[in-house]
Protein backbone atom coordinates (compact mmCIF):
# COMPACT_ATOMS: atom_id res chain seq x y z
CA UNK A 1 0.00 0.00 0.00
CA UNK A 2 2.22 2.59 0.74
CA UNK A 3 5.11 1.61 -2.27
CA UNK A 4 2.01 2.47 -4.25
CA UNK A 5 1.36 5.80 -2.50
CA UNK A 6 5.19 6.11 -2.92
CA UNK A 7 5.10 5.80 -6.38
CA UNK A 8 1.82 7.76 -7.39
CA UNK A 9 3.38 10.80 -5.72
CA UNK A 10 6.52 10.57 -7.57
CA UNK A 11 4.88 10.05 -10.54
CA UNK A 12 3.08 13.25 -9.77
CA UNK A 13 6.09 15.14 -8.96
CA UNK A 14 7.60 13.90 -11.98
CA UNK A 15 4.31 15.12 -14.33
CA UNK A 16 4.95 18.94 -12.66
CA UNK A 17 8.29 18.89 -13.76
CA UNK A 18 7.99 17.30 -16.97
CA UNK A 19 8.57 20.05 -20.34
CA UNK A 20 6.06 20.47 -21.86
CA UNK A 21 5.44 19.48 -25.44
CA UNK A 22 6.07 23.31 -26.46
CA UNK A 23 9.06 23.31 -23.85
CA UNK A 24 10.27 20.72 -25.59
CA UNK A 25 10.12 22.33 -29.18
CA UNK A 26 11.32 24.95 -28.11
CA UNK A 27 14.39 23.82 -26.36
CA UNK A 28 14.99 21.38 -29.55
CA UNK A 29 14.82 24.70 -31.69
CA UNK A 30 16.89 26.56 -29.92
CA UNK A 31 19.35 23.70 -30.19
CA UNK A 32 19.60 23.11 -34.24
CA UNK A 33 22.64 24.77 -34.59
CA UNK A 34 24.60 22.46 -32.15
CA UNK A 35 24.41 19.56 -34.04
CA UNK A 36 24.56 18.63 -37.73
CA UNK A 37 22.42 16.39 -39.66
CA UNK A 38 23.75 14.33 -42.86
CA UNK A 39 22.12 15.89 -46.48
CA UNK A 40 23.00 15.27 -49.62
CA UNK A 41 25.25 18.19 -49.93
CA UNK A 42 26.52 17.92 -46.04
CA UNK A 43 28.30 14.87 -45.21
CA UNK A 44 31.47 13.76 -44.27
CA UNK A 45 31.46 11.12 -48.02
CA UNK A 46 31.45 14.75 -49.87
CA UNK A 47 35.23 15.28 -51.28
CA UNK A 48 36.85 19.15 -49.57
CA UNK A 49 40.05 20.07 -49.77
CA UNK A 50 41.84 23.60 -49.62
CA UNK A 51 42.88 24.80 -53.11
CA UNK A 52 46.40 25.12 -53.97
CA UNK A 53 46.18 29.11 -53.46
CA UNK A 54 44.41 28.37 -49.74
CA UNK A 55 47.28 25.59 -48.76
CA UNK A 56 50.00 27.74 -48.99
CA UNK A 57 47.67 30.36 -46.79
CA UNK A 58 47.18 27.54 -44.89
CA UNK A 59 51.36 27.33 -44.59
CA UNK A 60 51.64 30.91 -43.63
CA UNK A 61 48.93 30.70 -40.74
CA UNK A 62 50.37 27.77 -39.13
CA UNK A 63 53.39 29.53 -38.97
CA UNK A 64 52.34 31.95 -36.57
CA UNK A 65 51.93 29.06 -33.98
CA UNK A 66 54.57 26.67 -32.52
CA UNK A 67 54.73 23.39 -34.30
CA UNK A 68 53.41 21.39 -31.49
CA UNK A 69 50.53 24.02 -31.10
CA UNK A 70 48.92 23.13 -34.84
CA UNK A 71 45.08 23.41 -33.05
CA UNK A 72 45.83 26.88 -31.84
CA UNK A 73 45.48 27.55 -35.90
CA UNK A 74 41.87 26.12 -35.84
CA UNK A 75 39.79 29.41 -36.11
CA UNK A 76 41.91 31.16 -38.67
CA UNK A 77 41.47 27.67 -41.02
CA UNK A 78 37.86 27.76 -40.44
CA UNK A 79 37.76 31.29 -41.63
CA UNK A 80 39.58 30.49 -44.84
CA UNK A 81 37.94 27.38 -45.20
CA UNK A 82 34.35 29.21 -45.24
CA UNK A 83 35.54 31.89 -47.53
CA UNK A 84 36.48 29.25 -49.84
CA UNK A 85 32.96 27.48 -49.61
CA UNK A 86 30.92 30.34 -50.76
CA UNK A 87 30.38 31.47 -46.79
CA UNK A 88 29.67 28.29 -44.90
CA UNK A 89 31.17 25.18 -43.69
CA UNK A 90 30.06 21.81 -44.43
CA UNK A 91 31.60 18.93 -41.99
CA UNK A 92 33.78 17.72 -44.77
CA UNK A 93 35.19 21.10 -44.81
CA UNK A 94 35.72 20.52 -40.84
CA UNK A 95 37.14 17.07 -41.33
CA UNK A 96 39.95 18.33 -44.07
CA UNK A 97 40.74 21.53 -41.02
CA UNK A 98 41.25 18.67 -38.36
CA UNK A 99 44.10 16.95 -40.71
CA UNK A 100 45.78 19.93 -41.04
CA UNK A 101 45.89 20.95 -37.23
CA UNK A 102 45.85 17.29 -36.46
CA UNK A 103 43.35 17.22 -33.99
CA UNK A 104 40.10 14.61 -33.43
CA UNK A 105 37.39 15.86 -36.05
CA UNK A 106 35.24 16.97 -32.72
CA UNK A 107 37.86 19.37 -31.60
CA UNK A 108 36.95 21.51 -34.46
CA UNK A 109 33.59 20.59 -34.61
CA UNK A 110 33.54 22.73 -30.79
CA UNK A 111 34.66 25.56 -32.43
CA UNK A 112 32.53 25.94 -35.81
CA UNK A 113 29.72 24.97 -33.65
CA UNK A 114 30.71 27.90 -30.37
CA UNK A 115 31.22 30.53 -32.84
CA UNK A 116 28.24 32.53 -34.72
CA UNK A 117 30.81 33.74 -37.49
CA UNK A 118 30.92 30.35 -38.64
CA UNK A 119 28.41 29.62 -40.88
CA UNK A 120 27.65 26.12 -41.18
CA UNK A 121 24.10 26.08 -43.60
CA UNK A 122 24.45 28.27 -46.49
CA UNK A 123 24.23 31.96 -47.24
CA UNK A 124 23.92 34.50 -49.64
CA UNK A 125 26.87 35.29 -51.91
CA UNK A 126 26.18 39.02 -50.14
CA UNK A 127 25.19 37.94 -46.45
CA UNK A 128 23.67 40.76 -44.63
CA UNK A 129 24.33 40.86 -41.12
CA UNK A 130 22.22 43.74 -38.42
CA UNK A 131 23.89 44.32 -35.39
CA UNK A 132 21.30 43.51 -32.45
CA UNK A 133 23.21 44.42 -29.83
CA UNK A 134 20.75 47.49 -27.43
CA UNK A 135 22.16 50.93 -29.14
CA UNK A 136 21.64 49.34 -32.20
CA UNK A 137 18.11 48.28 -31.30
CA UNK A 138 17.04 51.61 -29.58
CA UNK A 139 18.22 53.16 -32.81
CA UNK A 140 16.42 50.90 -35.12
CA UNK A 141 18.16 47.92 -36.21
CA UNK A 142 14.59 45.84 -35.89
CA UNK A 143 13.17 48.42 -39.01
CA UNK A 144 16.44 47.65 -40.97
CA UNK A 145 16.13 44.07 -40.29
CA UNK A 146 12.32 44.06 -41.51
CA UNK A 147 13.32 46.36 -44.52
CA UNK A 148 15.55 44.33 -45.59
CA UNK A 149 13.95 40.21 -44.84
CA UNK A 150 10.51 42.71 -46.67
CA UNK A 151 12.79 44.24 -49.90
CA UNK A 152 14.11 40.63 -50.28
CA UNK A 153 11.28 38.40 -49.99
CA UNK A 154 13.05 36.01 -47.39
CA UNK A 155 12.70 34.88 -43.21
CA UNK A 156 16.18 35.94 -41.07
CA UNK A 157 18.46 33.00 -42.33
CA UNK A 158 17.02 32.10 -45.62
CA UNK A 159 18.91 32.44 -48.84
CA UNK A 160 17.28 34.36 -52.17
CA UNK A 161 16.06 32.45 -54.75
CA UNK A 162 18.76 33.61 -56.80
CA UNK A 163 21.18 32.81 -54.24
CA UNK A 164 22.81 36.41 -53.85
CA UNK A 165 21.32 37.45 -50.29
CA UNK A 166 20.94 36.10 -47.12
CA UNK A 167 20.16 38.35 -43.87
CA UNK A 168 21.04 37.41 -40.72
CA UNK A 169 21.84 38.97 -37.23
CA UNK A 170 25.08 39.53 -35.14
CA UNK A 171 25.67 41.25 -31.76
CA UNK A 172 27.58 44.25 -31.14
CA UNK A 173 29.78 45.19 -33.68
CA UNK A 174 31.68 47.39 -31.97
CA UNK A 175 30.76 50.98 -33.27
CA UNK A 176 27.88 52.06 -31.02
CA UNK A 177 28.46 55.58 -31.57
CA UNK A 178 27.15 55.05 -35.30
CA UNK A 179 24.08 52.90 -34.70
CA UNK A 180 22.35 51.13 -36.05
CA UNK A 181 24.48 49.20 -38.60
CA UNK A 182 24.91 46.26 -41.07
CA UNK A 183 28.09 44.02 -42.09
CA UNK A 184 28.03 43.38 -45.78
CA UNK A 185 30.11 39.46 -45.72
CA UNK A 186 30.69 39.54 -49.63
CA UNK A 187 32.10 35.91 -51.13
CA UNK A 188 30.92 37.24 -54.08
CA UNK A 189 34.54 35.89 -55.26
CA UNK A 190 35.54 33.60 -53.32
CA UNK A 191 38.60 33.84 -50.65
CA UNK A 192 40.65 36.02 -53.12
CA UNK A 193 38.24 38.86 -53.26
CA UNK A 194 36.39 38.12 -49.92
CA UNK A 195 35.82 41.48 -48.25
CA UNK A 196 33.94 41.89 -45.04
CA UNK A 197 32.98 45.53 -44.21
CA UNK A 198 30.88 47.68 -42.35
CA UNK A 199 27.99 50.35 -42.79
CA UNK A 200 26.91 52.52 -40.33
CA UNK A 201 24.37 55.15 -39.64
CA UNK A 202 21.59 53.32 -41.65
CA UNK A 203 18.17 53.61 -42.46
CA UNK A 204 15.77 51.48 -43.88
CA UNK A 205 15.92 53.32 -47.02
CA UNK A 206 19.55 53.29 -47.18
CA UNK A 207 19.65 49.56 -46.37
CA UNK A 208 17.49 48.59 -49.54
CA UNK A 209 19.31 51.63 -51.69
CA UNK A 210 22.76 49.02 -50.52
CA UNK A 211 20.93 45.95 -51.31
CA UNK A 212 20.72 46.93 -55.23
CA UNK A 213 23.78 48.63 -55.36
CA UNK A 214 25.74 44.72 -54.93
CA UNK A 215 23.26 43.39 -57.22
CA UNK A 216 24.41 45.93 -59.40
CA UNK A 217 27.66 45.02 -58.53
CA UNK A 218 29.00 48.33 -57.48
CA UNK A 219 31.19 49.45 -54.88
CA UNK A 220 29.58 51.40 -51.94
CA UNK A 221 31.79 53.29 -49.09
CA UNK A 222 32.09 51.86 -45.97
CA UNK A 223 31.37 53.44 -42.73
CA UNK A 224 29.08 55.95 -41.71
CA UNK A 225 26.18 56.49 -44.37
CA UNK A 226 25.33 59.49 -43.04
CA UNK A 227 26.76 62.38 -45.26
CA UNK A 228 27.01 65.09 -42.59
CA UNK A 229 28.90 62.62 -40.68
CA UNK A 230 32.79 62.18 -40.88
CA UNK A 231 33.40 58.55 -39.58
CA UNK A 232 32.58 59.17 -35.59
CA UNK A 233 32.68 62.61 -35.90
CA UNK A 234 29.11 64.55 -35.10
CA UNK A 235 27.20 66.35 -37.58
CA UNK A 236 28.43 69.38 -38.59
CA UNK A 237 31.79 68.75 -37.20
CA UNK A 238 33.92 69.02 -34.21
CA UNK A 239 32.58 71.00 -31.26
CA UNK A 240 35.78 69.80 -28.73
CA UNK A 241 39.34 68.93 -29.41
CA UNK A 242 39.81 71.70 -32.17
CA UNK A 243 43.46 71.86 -32.31
CA UNK A 244 46.29 69.62 -31.16
CA UNK A 245 46.55 68.77 -27.02
CA UNK A 246 49.34 70.65 -25.41
CA UNK A 247 52.43 68.21 -24.98
CA UNK A 248 53.54 67.19 -21.60
CA UNK A 249 55.95 69.16 -19.90
CA UNK A 250 58.18 66.19 -20.26
CA UNK A 251 58.84 62.83 -21.10
CA UNK A 252 60.66 61.94 -17.79
CA UNK A 253 57.90 61.92 -15.44
CA UNK A 254 60.17 61.41 -12.19
CA UNK A 255 61.56 64.41 -13.22
CA UNK A 256 58.12 66.09 -13.35
Known amino acids: ?6 ARRLEEVRHVFRPSTFQRASRSFSTALNYHLDSPDNNPD ?4 FT ?19 QSA ?13 GWLPVSAMNAVAKVVEVAPIRVYEVATFYSMFNRTKVG ?6 CGTTPCMIRGSR ?7 KHLGVKRNEVTKDGLFSVGEMECMGCCVNAPMITVADYSNGSEGYTYNY ?3 VTPERVVEIVEMLRRGEKLPPGTQNPKRIRSGPEGGNTTLLNDPKP ?8 C
Request: with cysteine.
Open 46 to 49: LPWE
Open 52 to 70: DVNKEKAKEILSHYPSNYK
Open 248 to 255: PPCRDLDA
Open 1 to 6: MLARLA
Open 125 to 130: KYHLLV
Open 199 to 201: YED
Open 74 to 86: VIPLLDLAQQQHG
Open 143 to 149: DIEAALL
